[in-house]
Structure formats: C-alpha cells, structure tokens
C-alpha cells in the first residue's frame, strides 16, 4: 500500500509542476486505491487537456493583440 500511495503522491507533485506524465503506478489495480489512482490519471488527462487549451487561447489573444 505504502509504495502505490507514494507513487500517486509523487504524481500529484509532478502535476503541480506541469508534468502530466508521470507514471503514477498501475491503475489496472481493482481496489480502492486502484480506483483512486484512475480516477486521478483521468482527472490528470482532462487537466492537461484544459491547460492545453487555454495555451492555445491566450497565444491567439495575444496574436490579435499584436496585429492590432
């Protein structure tokens, strides 16, 4: 328990720092801490997704801010 729980720990630090791929440990696990770390790897996807996102955004914002 101990070093799956450390490793999603690890994950959750690794995503404050923008590192969307750290491997967490094995979400195939199907006990409670294999849902929480699936739950966190598909949290962790829409996330970099949003991110990605609002990247694109602000680049183009700033793109029409310039030509103007």
Same mark, same amino acid.
């Given at each position: 328990?101990?070093?799956?729980? !450390? @490793?999603?720990? =690890? !994950?959750? &630090? *690794?995503?404050? &720092? @923008?590192?969307? %791929? ?5 979400? =195939? *696990?199907?006990?409670?801490? !294999?849902?929480?770390?699936?739950? /966190?790897?598909?949290? &962790?996807?829409?996330?970099? *997704?949003?991110? $990605? $996102?609002?990247? %694109? /955004?602000?680049? @183009?914002? $700033?793109?029409?801010? =310039? =030509? &103007?």
């Amino acid at each position: 328990v101990t070093l799956p729980l !450390g @490793r999603l720990v =690890e !994950g959750i &630090r *690794a995503m404050s &720092r @923008r590192d969307y %791929d750290y491997p967490v440990s094995n979400v =195939e *696990a199907h006990d409670e801490l !294999g849902y929480l770390t699936k739950s /966190f790897v598909q949290m &962790r996807q829409t996330l970099h *997704a949003y991110v $990605e $996102e609002l990247e %694109d /955004f602000t680049q @183009r914002l $700033e793109d029409k801010v =310039e =030509e &103007r």
